[in-house]
């Protein structure tokens, strides 16, 4: 076999949500290859220092703060810094980044609804995108792969779980077969919570839930994923990503983390893709795919692993999982409302308005709310996206801490 490395024309990458942890995972990798990837632009929220020290390191063509204010404080930071690096501003900025006709790969790693326009931007203009985003996935489904189909964009899976199903699936003349597969199982660690007492949860605070057990994540999905909300919506990620039926996805608890997740073929075999817990091998797999390349995450060590173990979730302590399922059968409009309630809920419990297990009873609400049109247009889900967040608010604000 041939070891001469191959040599590459380098790939402009524009990285939606720079400063998060998503972003540095993926600036980690990026900077272990400059012979394949130069980034083009970069982009925050609000994060201007953070944004300013990663403009001065990697040098993008394009800095965009989604905010005008902090657009003007980068800007002057960049001058300090005699940085060329042009500062953009405002949402339209994120979209023009993303599909730039310069630009070959978008990492879509904002977190939330916010980063659903620049990630579609992407899509509509055929670039290979890499979804970490995947609240913009679980509120437009069949809008977003259509979209996909029409561009001819290349679709890859972040999501740890999701990458592992990539993976774990066949695949001939690289298009991804689902002849076969009996079902998909997604792994979840648990999260922080997995056997604290029920009464406790009543009192757990932001810090608490943000401590995760396995991984180390920005704090909105922390909090998903002690809620469990962050398998409802992997559930519905895997279910258009993968174009499986709900019945087809059974989430396992698997504390360890190492197993990924795994595809259950209909012969019995079961394939799956185990590694460290480490963002930067899904990150690497996808910018390389199909080929491989070094992530700078550590070799697994099977020896060192003393036992993988796999639970049943407990769905009455994390109403959430089924909440999830419960969207992704509704179907219309009802992972679009699930999210909006979601992200509205995790951001007062963050903010000390909200107890962390009336988060599940929000979204419960919202979605009973009943007179959920179907949207079936970008512009009517961010309708939707609105109205349910005015119903959530209303829902925190009847349930708010005192
Ligand atoms: N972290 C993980 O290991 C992981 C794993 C799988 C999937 N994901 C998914 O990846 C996405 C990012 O997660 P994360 O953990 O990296 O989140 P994070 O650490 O909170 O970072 C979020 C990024 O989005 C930017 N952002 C926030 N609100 C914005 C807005 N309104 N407009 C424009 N940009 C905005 C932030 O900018 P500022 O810094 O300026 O606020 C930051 O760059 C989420 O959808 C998450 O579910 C994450």
Not at 295 to 309: E, H, I, K, M, R
Not at 370 to 382: C, K, Y
Request: glycine content about 6%; hydrophobic content about 45%; aromatic content about 6%.
């Amino acid at each position: 076999m041939s070891t001469a490395s191959v040599a590459h024309t380098p790939q402009n990458v524009t990285l939606l949500g720079a400063t998060g942890s998503i972003g540095a995972n993926t600036l980690d990798v990026l900077a272990r290859h400059p012979d394949r990837y130069s980034v083009f632009a970069l982009t925050a929220h609000r994060a201007t220092a953070r944004l300013a020290d990663l403009c001065l390191r990697y040098s993008p063509r394009y800095a965009v703060m989604a905010d005008q204010d902090a657009a003007k404080e980068l800007k002057r930071l960049l001058r300090e810094g005699h940085c060329s690096t042009t500062v953009l501003a405002g949402h339209q900025a994120l979209c023009d980044v993303a599909r730039d006709a310069e630009v070959d790969v978008v990492l879509a790693a904002i977190v939330g609804a916010a980063g659903l326009k620049p990630t579609m931007a992407a899509v509509l203009a055929g670039k290979k995108v890499l979804l970490a985003n995947k609240e913009a996935l679980v509120m437009t489904g069949q809008i977003f792969m259509d979209a996909v189909e029409t561009s001819g964009c290349c679709l890859m899976p972040i999501d740890s779980e999701h990458n592992a199903i990539f993976q774990s699936l066949y695949r001939s003349d690289q298009r991804v077969e689902m002849a076969g597969v009996r079902r998909v199982l997604l792994t979840a660690s648990g999260g922080p919570f997995r056997h604290m007492p029920v009464e406790r949860l009543e009192t757990v605070t932001p810090d608490e839930a943000c401590i995760h057990p396995v991984w180390s994540m920005g704090r909105k999905i922390s909090v998903d994923s002690a809620t469990l909300m962050n398998k409802g919506l992997e559930v519905i990620e895997a279910r258009w990503l993968f174009n499986v039926s709900p019945e087809q996805i059974e989430v396992v608890i698997h504390p360890q983390g190492i197993v990924h997740s795994m595809v259950d073929y209909v012969d019995g075999s079961v394939i799956a893709q185990l590694g460290n817990p480490d963002m930067r091998i899904p990150i690497a797999h996808a910018l390389a795919w199909p080929e491989r390349m070094v992530s700078g995450a550590s070799a697994l060590d099977l020896l060192g692993v003393s036992s993988l173990s796999f639970e049943r979730p407990d769905v009455e302590r994390f109403p959430c999982l089924t909440l999830g399922y419960q969207a992704l059968e509704a179907g219309n409009a009802m992972p679009a409302v699930l999210n909006a309630a979601n992200e509205e809920a995790v951001a007062a419990f963050l903010d000390g308005k909200l107890g962390f297990r009336r988060i599940a009873d929000v979204v419960a609400a919202t979605m009973g709310r009943g007179g959920w049109q179907p949207a079936e247009t970008l512009e009517a889900v961010l309708e939707t996206d609105a109205r349910a967040r005015d119903f959530a608010r209303w829902e925190i604000s009847k349930r708010k801490k005192v």
